[in-house]
């Protein structure tokens, strides 16, 4: 802003003090148009820069195509602005088939855990059956509807929870972590959005015995 002063006030005595003033501001236009651009380069390649870091919650953009298992189990971890230290926790498993060269989903369930020791499931598992294709490079969406995690397992207020929501995720190249974002919103216990600042981020496991009482799950893509 300050350059743009300068080249400013160097216009304006310009335009007193020399016989061309037209040629001085069709440069000066020409000179404008130049930085603009060239700001709006930076620009680009920062904000590119933030979503290969994975610092805009997505997977960083490692250019791979899917070629690994997808089917086993996951260490999933929901984190939300609402729930600010603490991280509702997932084992989460995946059945899928390969046809025609391409996987897709057939089956998704999501176990909740409890707060104070992560090898213990509490309640109903969250079940959605049917064929959810996964992209070469490794994302999928599925659409859960209305879900239902109980109290001992919401670690911020015990209560019950109730919420309508989409996952979109994002493999890795060897399958051994996913991440994305959650959409939809909270029904219980109380009504707001979870479409901006969700994310889950899930290590692959080989089951609840591989998993301590105390284990935290991954959070986020840049959790990794």
Same mark, same amino acid.
């Given at each position: 802003?300050?350059?743009?002063? @300068? ?16 040629? !001085?501001?069709? $440069? ?6 130049? #930085?603009?651009?060239?700001? $709006? %380069? +930076? ?27 997808? /089917? ?14 603490? $991280? =509702? ?38 079940? =959605?059956?049917? /064929? ?14 209305? @879900?239902? @995690?109980?109290?001992?397992? /919401?670690?911020?207020?015990? $209560?019950?929870? !109730? ?10 190249? +060897?399958? #051994? ?9 909270? =029904? ?30 991954? %959070?986020?893509?840049? +959790?990794?």
């Amino acid at each position: 802003m300050m350059r743009y002063s @300068v080249v400013f006030l160097c216009l304006s005595l310009f335009l007193t003090a020399c016989p061309d003033p037209e040629g !001085k501001y069709n $440069r000066y236009m020409e000179e404008s148009a130049k #930085s603009d651009a060239l700001l $709006r %380069k +930076d620009q680009a390649i920062e904000d590119q820069s933030m979503s290969d870091d994975g610092l805009d919650g997505t997977m960083p953009a490692d250019q791979f195509i899917l070629s690994c298992d997808p /089917n086993g189990q996951y260490f999933l971890g929901l984190y939300s602005y609402l729930y600010l230290t603490n $991280r =509702i926790a997932f084992l989460t498993e995946i059945q899928s088939t390969k046809t025609d060269g391409k996987n897709q989903i057939t089956k998704l369930s999501l176990q909740p855990l409890n707060c104070s020791d992560r090898t213990k499931a509490e309640g109903d598992p969250i079940v =959605i059956e049917g /064929n959810f294709p996964i992209a070469d490079d490794g994302s999928f969406e599925i659409a859960l509807g209305e @879900v239902n @995690v109980t109290g001992p397992a /919401n670690c911020q207020t015990g $209560r019950e929870i !109730k919420a309508d929501i989409t996952l979109q995720a994002q493999l890795n190249a +060897d399958c #051994s972590f996913m991440c994305g974002k959650v959409v939809g919103d909270l =029904i219980l216990p109380f009504a707001t959005s979870l479409t901006d600042n969700t994310t889950f981020g899930a290590d692959r496991v080989s089951g609840l015995d591989a998993l301590m009482p105390m284990d935290q799950p991954k %959070k986020a893509c840049d +959790d990794r």
